[in-house]
């Protein structure tokens, strides 16, 4: 009697093809995850620009930060903050708010700018580049204004971050 200690060919394949399948199967819903989570991060940034404006427009005397009249020049986006979150760093010549991802993956990017009427982050590198998920000072909601030549891609996009497109989409960057 021979004894056969291991295992045959056949059954290694199987259990490689199983694997696989199973990686096929869970490596998209893996990517969804992460990109829904960085979505996330976005928006706790939306919220602190807001309440950092808000906070800002009371210091200087103003029932809202609308009623401040901040236009390019007149205020540096980051006297939004006494000490910068997140490692973020400005640009006053474009008041634009950095606020990108130190790795280089490109997938937790994003900008953002303090407008007088909302607040706005661009989604910077793939996927979704060019996405923009607003936060609005009039109703306090956040809105997605999806990337993408069709409204089907624009739908996928704000369905990633797990918002509803924006009716009218008069937002930009």
Known sequence: MKNNKGFT???????????????????????????KSYGTQAITMLRSLYDSSERLAMQKGYKSYSN?????????????????PYGCSGNDSTN????????????????????ADYIVAQKQGSPAAGALLVFNRSDQQIYC????????DKEKVCDMYGFSKHPSASFSF
């Open 145 to 152: 204004v999806g990337s993408g030549t069709t409204n089907e």
């Open 9 to 35: 060919l056949m059954e290694i394949l199987t259990v490689i093809v199983i694997i696989a399948v199973l990686m096929g199967v869970a490596f998209p819903q893996y990517r969804r995850v992460v990109q």
């Open 96 to 115: 634009v708010v950095d606020c990108s991802s130190s790795s280089n993956d490109g997938l937790r990017s994003f900008k953002y700018k303090v407008k």
């Open 68 to 84: 401040l009249g901040v236009t390019n020049g007149k205020l540096s986006q980051m006297d939004l903050f006494a000490d910068p």
